[in-house]
């Protein structure tokens, strides 16, 4: 999931008026605040476009506009039944008829007969024309959650930078956010799409004012009123738990029963035993890489709904079949309290030239454990990379059926195109073709690109392709499978030895290996000018290291260590040595 932020809940509040100690209302005069309660339902299939597009107005005006999400009528029945005892009556007082359907500010717009606007493409334009006019007041709030007895103390102000109507109503709505379940239509909106549920969003828990709002009388320009009161939140409502981490109060001044002026949201803050943070994070995937290593970078969004303090680092747990790596990402500036931020993480390890699942789960927010527990998220991660000692290769694309449809390019680290191919003749039935081109790399890193215009890669129905890359005798370095969507890149480098290509800057020293050809032992002779710790790897054509005799302390001068020629198969390796500034390499051939 992206682009959606669940409103952080302010609850604003109601009680006695008069004068404020502590004034946080703003009394600068302000244009209105949008609310838009949209009407819909799970068994609503255009619903989810309705969902998309008031988000995308939210995103585009933050703190400006509010969503209410209203489940009612027949299309709202089943499960997850997220109905309240308020919905009818919105309904019947909007002219509601049709699902998705809206009232913007409970206003009636030129040319609509009632406060419905079931054209979802108007929403855009009509809200901005709220957000056009004044507003005679303005609302802030506070509220504090106790989180073991679920009890809410809430604050609220409203300052009147005008003469108001003569009675205002206002209204206090508990919403929800990250409700799975079952939604008609749900991939018209994929950004609330979390593997085959959809995830709810601003959906109506409560009305904490009753149906219509509390009414306000002092309503002349300069008035200041404050409401207070203390409101238990319901363990659940039709069966569908309230869980507090996930919930946001939205607070509005209204003329009677219509005719929204404005709105607020804010913070809530946790007493006795609440969480020091509470997170979402979502839309976790693989940032394609092209580098030639062993590394991979994921990108994910992270949304602060609570925070005790900004939010400066996380430390997550990154999962491969690589190992659990931990990762800790900073944040320059600090994020505060309902930001959110899609970030992109170091180079982590993962195995080459395979397709994988990865994990991310958080593991400290600062230095803090106290955030509720979050569900790790699960990804497919894939790296196709391969380097080689030889300058030129051999390139196989068996193409399927469609080859029309097919192209390839070779390109440097510049930018430069060394090599391309394709489009291919179309075979008369299904199946595959091989078509072989000779490859000349350059110096350093290179990346293949394979395209399919159809975007159903050449792996399918239509015939099962692949691509291979040998060395010029035709022996096989690597090949991929033809399954993947509109393209595939594999890596290439040459006369890169080793899988870090940031190590190119370091001093090459001349690497000797005797007997080679080599079959039980082979030794590997290097000269150093002190003594330090030195690594020895060995490497196959594809880059991956196969046996790495760790790092150990040498004497300066000549040295000699010996290499196990005994645990490799026959083939050609690369024997990678690395000290403090300085890297060797030397090809080894094992043939017994």
């Given amino acids: ?28 005069a302000q244009n209105r605040k949008v609310v838009l309660e949209e009407f819909t339902g799970i068994n609503c299939g255009y619903c989810p476009d309705g969902h998309r597009r008031a988000n995308l107005l939210r995103e585009a005006h933050p703190g400006e506009v509010f969503i209410l999400n209203v489940h009612q009528g027949s299309l709202a029945t089943g499960t997850p039944d997220l109905r309240t005892s308020y919905g009818d009556a919105l309904a019947n007082q909007a002219g509601i008829e049709t699902y998705p359907n809206a009232t913007i500010n409970r206003h009636v717009f030129s040319g609509h007969t009632s406060l419905a606007v079931p054209e979802r493409n108007q929403w855009e334009t009509l809200s901005e024309s709220i957000l056009d006019m004044e507003a005679y007041a303005n609302i802030a709030a506070r509220a504090t959650v106790d989180w073991q007895t679920r009890e809410m103390q809430i604050t609220v102000q409203i300052y009147y930078t005008g003469n108001g109507a003569a009675t205002n109503n206002l209204n206090i709505a508990l919403l929800q956010d990250y409700i799975y379940g ?74 009677g029963r219509t005719e929204i002026i404005t709105a607020c949201e804010a913070n809530l803050s946790f007493t006795n035993g609440g969480p020091d943070y509470i997170l979402h994070l979502s839309d976790f995937q693989q940032v394609p890489n092209h580098t030639c290593d062993n590394n991979v970078f994921f990108s994910t969004e992270v949304e602060v709904r609570n ?51 990865a994990s991310l789960s958080l593991v400290r927010v600062n230095d803090s454990e106290n955030f509720p527990e979050t569900d790790s998220m699960t990804a497919s991660f894939s790296k196709y990379y391969m380097g080689i000692p030889s300058q030129e290769m051999i390139l196989t694309v068996a ?66 392709g692949f691509i291979r890359f040998s060395d010029i005798d035709g022996n096989s370095l690597l090949v991929r499978d033809g399954n993947y969507d509109d393209s595939a890149v594999v890596m290439i480098s040459y006369n890169i030895p080793f899988e870090s290509s940031n190590e190119s800057a370091a001093d090459q020293i001349k690497a000797r290996l005797y007997p080679n050809p080599a079959s ?73």
Avoid at 7 to 15: D, E, K, N, Q
Avoid at 189 to 198: C, F, H, I
Avoid at 334 to 352: M, Q, R
Avoid at 417 to 427: H, Q, R, T, V
Wanted: charged letters at 15%; glycine letters at 10%; one cysteine or more.
């Fill in 399 to 464: 193409q399927d059926q469609y080859g029309e449809e097919i192209t390839w390019k070779l390109v440097s680290a510049a930018g430069d195109s060394i090599g391309y191919g394709g489009p291919y003749a179309n075979l008369q039935n299904m199946g595959t073709r091989n078509r072989i081109d000779t490859l000349t790399l350059v110096d350093g890193c290179q990346q293949f690109t394979i395209y399919d215009a159809m975007g159903d890669g050449i792996h399918n129905t239509q015939g099962e």
């Fill in 1 to 28: 999931m992206k682009n959606f932020i669940a409103g952080i809940g302010l609850l604003c509040a109601l009680t006695a008026s008069g004068a404020a100690q502590d004034r946080f209302v703003d009394t600068t």
């Fill in 182 to 255: 079952y939604q008609s239509g749900a991939s018209s909106n994929p950004d609330q799409v979390d593997g085959n549920q959809y995830v709810h969003m601003h959906a109506l828990r409560d009305l904490v004012t009753g149906q219509w709002g509390e009414e306000i009388t002092t309503t002349t320009q300069g008035s200041l009123v404050e409401k207070t009161y203390t409101y238990t939140i319901p363990e659940a409502v039709r069966d569908i738990p309230v869980e507090m981490e996930n919930i946001s109060v939205v607070a509005f001044l209204a003329e």
């Fill in 520 to 592: 039980n032992s082979a030794f590997l002779e290097f000269d150093m000018e002190r003594s330090q710790k030195v690594s020895v790897r060995i490497l196959n054509l594809a880059g991956q290291c196969v046996w790495n005799l760790g790092g150990q302390i040498l004497p300066s001068g000549s040295q000699s260590i010996e290499i196990p020629v005994d645990r490799l198969s026959n083939g050609l390796y690369i024997v990678h040595i690395q000290g403090e500034g300085f890297q060797g390499s030397s090809k080894l051939i094992v043939n017994r």
């Fill in 307 to 357: 925070a005790s303090q900004a939010v400066s680092s996380l430390t997550f747990n990154f999962e491969s079949p690589s190992g659990t790596t931990e990762y800790t990402h900073t944040f320059e500036p600090a994020l505060e309290a309902g930001s959110s931020v899609t970030f992109t993480s170091d180079s982590l390890p993962f195995p080459l030239n395979q397709d994988a699942t």
